[in-house]
């Protein structure tokens, strides 16, 4: 079955710090799609970013960095020069097919919460 | 990104009555369209996933003549929550995609409901 652990359950950081976000996932399948997605206080999830199992390269958007190793099953989030607007509930989610082989889902982790203090 | 609208964005209703929650693609035609729910400091649970013209599929444990899934258009799914109870109360949450593994699914801003 598939599963995504995110140990931290509350980040505190002082505006400017840089801050990495965990996450681990299991799966048996060779093809699965990890996500990251924001919630902010008022409860829509953002869209982070996506990545295939067969692209392990690092992405770089702005001040935010993914670092996916398969190797060790992490898909790390990092956040540099942390601001005020970035607190919010960060999930790391994995998407793979259903037992069935008909559907597919996303299984989220438990989320973490990031408070960027000024 | 896609965007995906949900209506109403807050209810507060009586114990014993249906509540109906529409969840909209604005700007695509969505294949499949997700629900979930998720309580106060928890992570989101997928209720169902529905796909255009076709049954629901519920995740166990999830009632399916409480919580019927009406997906009758590429652009529009509808969740009911039928005779709703003060344990129902929670963040509900629709998302919708192209269809197809791996595809990103585009969140709707939520539903509150309140059950008195």
Known sequence: AQKVTQAQTEISVVEKEDVTLDCVYETRDTTYYLFWYKQPPSGELVFLIRRNSFDEQNEISGRYSWNFQKSTSSFNFTITASQVVDSAVYFCALSEVNSGGSNYKLTFGKGTLLTVNP | ?116
């Not at chain 2, 294949?31 to 979930?36: E, I, L, P, Q, R």
């Open chain 2, 1 to 116: 990104g896609a965007v995906v609208s949900q209506h109403p964005s807050w209810v507060i209703c009586k114990s014993g009555t249906s509540v109906k929650i529409e969840c909209r693609s604005l700007d695509f035609q969505a294949t499949t369209m997700f629900w979930y729910r998720q309580f106060p400091k928890q992570s989101l649970m997928l209720m169902a996933t529905s796909n255009e013209g076709s049954k629901a599929t519920y995740e166990q444990g999830v009632e399916k003549d409480k919580f019927l899934i009406n997906h009758a258009s590429l652009t529009l799914s509808t969740l009911t929550v039928t005779s709703a109870h003060p344990e129902d109360s929670s963040f509900y949450i629709c998302s919708a995609d192209f269809g197809g593994l791996g595809e990103t699914q585009y969140f709707g801003p939520g539903t509150r409901l309140l059950v008195l």
